[in-house]
């Protein structure tokens, strides 16, 4: 039997090797040979060694770990050899206060944040379950609730009755207070105003780049609490970041983004619910103007590694159980992995691309590709746009001319010759009035639509 993650040869007993068996009982377990050599052929023990190691091996094991390890005294001709066989253990062990793990064909020592989640794991608990003693109900934010009970009826996730609770009742209803009466970080997440105060990060960055990775232009961030997060950063994308590029179907006028919003919607929710929060690393979305980057700091289970594996059917595994109850409760996500289903429908209507998700230790990075029918409309866009550019410059001037005294938009298209007014208005008015090449009056009576415009 050759050597590897789960078997290991050594000719001589060293006390060090006690690491090792700590490791194999934190991992998947795993058989320790004394008396073979690297390649695997008995070399044998003196009659003194064995017997001896017969005696302490098994004291020494229980003595500092707590664990008993089968030690069993094998023959191989005249040699004589020894086999320690640990088992994989369901709670955390540790070596003299250290907890080792084995991994590949390394042991390594579990410390900070990597330990946190061992050992909760070891106790079936997750990070999303630990209490926060100095949160109260009373502090959660009233319009994250309102907004929560508002999603659940239109989902039918919630009856009335079970929305007219009272808060305290809610959050029991929902699994967020434990045992000892304490609200958890589920809730803090979900409904608190401000849950950097308890964990740095727990927002979303959003920036839009040029040319290359390091041609950052603008950018945002999305604070408050998850629940509220979501639809904010899903509204400032698709008013601020993306443009819309618009095509007729006969007479229907028609925008079309680069990437769908329901599948953009799915993503950033899973992105919400499988982060790893204790990172303390902010969601990051990078626009770009033919794709859109999604990252956050999480992990998949281990069979979902791929693009593939994603979009095959599978069970619903959440980082963050109690979290992703209360969105599942407020209906913006689904169970049994429906969500990446939702995204595979939205994206083949809009006849786009699947996003790719690489998956790895740095966390999970999900890249959106523009839709061929966005990129021939900005590629048809883009070859009309030099002789309209000077054609631009013209009509500019004459609308320049034209304020020198006040006028509506009305007149100003009248004056330019064009009908079309919400292409007035996208095309020459707002940018204008942007670069300050234009001014607005205040009327007198609020959106009365009185607005003259004048240079």
Sequence with gaps: MPEHQTIEWKESWHDEFLEWICGYANAYGGTLYIGKNDNGDVVGLSDKDRKKLSESIPNKITDTMGIVADVNLLYKNDLQYIEIIVDKYPSLISYHGKYFYR?????RTITGKELDKAILKSQGRTWDVMPIPKLQVIDLRREAI???????????????EETRVDDTILMENLHLIDQEGYLIRAAMLAFYKDPEKWVTGSYIKIGYF???DSDLKYQDEVHGSLIEQIDKTVDLVYTKYLKALIYYDGIQRIEQFMFPQEAF????????VH????????IQISVYEDKIYIWNDGEMPSELDSTEKLFEKHSSKPYNPKLANVFFKSGMIEAWGRGFDKIKEACSKYDGRLPEYNISASGIMVLCNACDKYLDLRNEDSRLGQSDQDNDQDVTKMIIAFCKQPHSAKEIMEYIKINDRSFFRRHYLKPMIKTGQLKMTIPDKPKSGNQKYYV
């Design 146 to 160: 309102d907004l929560f009970k508002e999603k659940a009826l239109r989902r039918h996730r919630l009856t009335e």
């Design 275 to 282: 982060k790893d929060y204790s990172a303390c690393n902010p």
């Design 265 to 272: 919607r799915e993503i950033l929710l899973n992105a919400v």
């Design 103 to 107: 991994s590949g064909s390394t042991m």
């Design 210 to 212: 040029g040319d290359s």
